[in-house]
């Protein structure tokens, strides 16, 4: 809980001192497809959906790119099945900075990619017995890519795909992917 209401002040402080600095600021509620391999001989790793939250600004560098950062609290969820086991639940969440580069090819559409830094909030495993959540990285650095466009003057929507390419949950999990889509009400 003290994680959790850590990321809501770092998000209003946010909200408040890059709204008036960003050239567009918006609040992204989104949904993830989470999926990972296993590090641990003997099972797979299944995909699970999560949920994000938070909010992104676009800051001008030059006349067709922008700088796209924010804070973005998301859910990592996998599940984990062994033939002959029960199914174990993995279920992280993350502070998530992107520090993206966007090149905008037309006034309502760009493309961005760059590295997103995250940071743990919450970790939990079901059931609890099967696994140790001190072995959750606390950080994590990740590469994301997509498209950000808008359809109407004050939303949109953006469509990414996430991967950190190293071992993230010792002896459990790995090499991470999301696929995700985040709507986007703006304010410029």
């Known amino acids: 809980m003290k994680a959790f209401i850590s990321v809501v002040i770092g998000f209003l402080m946010m909200v408040i001192s ?5 050239n567009d600021f918006a609040l992204a509620l989104g949904i993830r497809s989470n999926s990972a391999d296993s590090d641990n001989t003997g099972y797979s ?9 938070g909010a992104i600004g676009f800051f001008d560098i030059g006349q067709a790119f922008q700088l ?17 086991a029960n199914d174990v639940e ?12 966007m090149y905008k090819f ?5 493309v961005f990619a760059g590295p997103v830094l995250g940071f743990l909030a919450s970790k939990e495993c079901k059931p609890g017995s099967a696994c140790d959540t001190n072995k959750v990285d606390g950080t994590m650095l990740g590469l994301q890519f997509g498209a950000s466009f808008k359809f109407a003057p004050q939303m949109g ?3 990414y795909y996430e991967m950190i390419p190293t071992t993230f949950w010792k002896d459990q999990l790995k090499n991470a992917r999301t696929v995700g889509f985040n709507l986007l009400v703006t304010f410029e």
């Open 157 to 159: 929507g953006e469509i």
């Open 90 to 101: 993995l279920n992280m969440a993350y502070v998530d900075i992107p520090v993206t580069a």
């Open 68 to 84: 796209r950062s924010g804070f973005l609290y998301n859910q990592r969820n996998y599940t984990l099945t062994a033939s002959g």
């Open 45 to 53: 790793a299944s995909t699970k959906t999560g949920v994000g939250i």
């Open 106 to 110: 037309a006034d309502y559409a760009g």
């Open 18 to 22: 890059t709204s008036a600095q960003a």
